[in-house]
């Protein structure tokens, strides 16, 4: 399986299941306000007999569940405290601020692996229940439209999968990372599980004191106690939910300089430190190079999260990137392959987490730029070349369009299929689409565009037709037959200045 697969846990129906939140009774709370939540409780029952609570979505066409309407969310503030054994639920605290885009009577979270013990919304009890992936919280009164809340929920994060999840938590050798692409965020926190909505993270992680934690941003204090040490980083810039990162191990953090002295910052099992510096030296000189194709560094600090765990994939979590150790151990790969699938999750922090994607079809926008730029690197470096990769790719693509579907238009992911969304139309069939653009415009355009993308929609989300319209407004060409034909198509177009290039047809039953 290629290095750089994510793998997704498999679409799940809306239907409450015995992995959803298990919820508890809240315990402490005094005579006189349960009694003054008796009364409420009526007009709750009336809203709940009228409208059950139901599972929701923002209507993403390849997870549909993910996501909930009716607020926009500013920030998360997560605290996990981890019990020093990674078959334990950590103990969490989830605080989300939020504006209201309607009048909510309930709140729905997404949140599907753990114990919900109490919820609050601005300071205030509320009640709570699960419904399909969802935790749907009922607050006293309705919010209004425009309002500023905050929804606090205490819970635990279990690093146990269900059967039939995949993503969340990943157990490594001493301890825990995270894998939340494409839609398992919410098994380890509640959240608004949709790249749509961005917001600002604070995270809180507290572990016995052998144990260093690390996660994205930068760190913002470090608090010990009895045995115990509190790590706290924030991010500077908004964050999907599924670009999540938390490191708990026996970790060191390598620190270094990268280009205009950003910070950077790896993290690695304290017994390899020494077999993985040659390695990890390289990410100065990386970034440097992806500056000079498409401009400055979007982020406060970045670096690599070399886990001891076996996931099949690699993953661009912001600011640090997710690797198995193994990638940079094992003697069968070569070099300029390991550098390559570096560079493809470094340029992610500009192509997927600074400008991400609006909904989950727009994710070839997201792995065609980090497979190009992957390619480009081992052209450049290892006489690997473009062309030779794109032909291959060219030949291979009515293949993957049958199998997962047009770069831009992919099939939906196929329940107990754990690649999900994440096929080869997505990857080197969309570099493809890359590369036929620029046959298309010319490099100078093409060039153009690339920088100006990554700097319109800077810590934003983009569609496909933005991106239509900008190469549009750059390269002074109506693309609209282009981009139909080569993002949509059941067959892959002939390739600009390659008329020779030709593609094998699909076997008579595609897999899926």
Not at 70 to 86: E, H, I, Q, R
Not at 124 to 137: I, S
Not at 468 to 495: H, V
């Amino acid at each position: 399986m290629p290095h750089t697969l994510r793998l997704p846990h498999p679409l799940r129906p809306d239907t409450l299941r015995p992995d959803a939140p298990r919820l508890r009774p809240r315990r402490g709370t005094s005579r006189r306000l349960k009694s003054a939540l008796l009364a409420s409780a009526v007009s709750v029952c009336l809203v709940a007999a009228s409208a059950p609570a139901e599972p929701l979505g923002v209507g993403d066409r390849l997870y549909p569940y993910l996501g909930n309407p009716g607020y926009d969310v500013a920030s998360y503030d997560l605290s996990f405290t981890y019990p020093g054994s990674n078959s334990k639920p950590l103990q969490a605290v989830t605080t989300i601020d939020a504006w209201t885009t309607t009048v909510l009577e309930r709140i729905n979270l997404d949140f599907a692996h753990g114990t919900v013990d109490s919820v609050e919304v601005d300071g205030e009890p509320a009640t709570f229940t699960g419904a399909g992936d969802d935790l749907v919280v009922t607050p006293q009164k309705p919010l209004p439209a425009g309002s500023w809340t905050r929804v606090t929920v205490r819970h635990t994060s279990d690093p146990v999968s269900a059967d039939g999840q995949d993503g969340g938590w990943v157990r490594t050798a001493d301890g825990l990372a995270m894998a939340n692409q494409a839609d398992a965020a919410h098994l380890v926190f509640p959240c608004n599980d949709h790249p749509s909505d961005k917001a600002m993270f604070t995270i809180r992680i507290t572990a016995p004191d052998d144990y260093t934690a690390v996660a994205n941003g930068l760190p913002a204090g470090v608090d010990r106690e009895g045995g115990s040490t509190t790590w706290t980083y924030r991010t500077q810039h908004p964050m999907a939910t599924e670009l999540a990162q938390v490191s708990i191990g026996r970790s060191t953090v390598v620190h270094r300089e990268g280009p205009h002295a950003l910070p950077v910052r790896d993290v690695v099992p304290t017994k390899d430190r020494e077999l993985l510096e040659p390695w990890l030296k390289k990410t100065p000189d990386q970034i440097a190079w992806m500056e000079s194709k498409v401009g400055p560094y979007p982020f406060e600090t970045y670096g690599v999260l070399m886990a001891e765990a076996t996931t099949g994939f690699e993953l661009e979590t912001q600011t640090l990137s997710l690797f198995e150790k193994d990638l940079f151990t094992e003697p069968g790969y070569p070099a300029w392959y390991i550098e390559s699938i570096m560079v493809h999750e470094l340029s992610h922090q500009w192509f997927g987490d600074s400008v991400s994607p609006r909904t989950w079809s727009d994710v070839w926008l997201n792995e065609g730029h980090a497979t190009w730029y992957e390619a480009l690197y081992a052209e450049e470096k290892a006489d690997r070349t473009l062309e030779a990769r794109m032909k291959a790719a060219y030949g291979a693509s009515d293949r993957w369009r049958a199998a997962g579907g047009p770069p831009a238009l992919p099939k939906p992911p196929q329940p107990g299929q754990k690649i999900g969304i994440f096929r080869p139309n997505i990857y080197d069939g969309a570099a493809l689409v890359l590369y036929a653009l620029r046959q298309e415009i010319g490099t100078h355009s093409f060039e153009q565009l690339e920088r100006s993308w990554v700097h319109d929609h800077r810590d934003a989300t983009a569609t496909t037709d933005d991106f239509r319209s900008l190469a549009e407004e750059i390269s002074g060409r109506d693309l609209d037959d282009f981009f139909q034909a080569w993002l949509y198509g059941e067959k892959t177009p002939p390739m600009p200045g390659h008329a020779d290039w030709k593609t094998l047809a699909p076997t008579a039953k595609a897999p899926e």
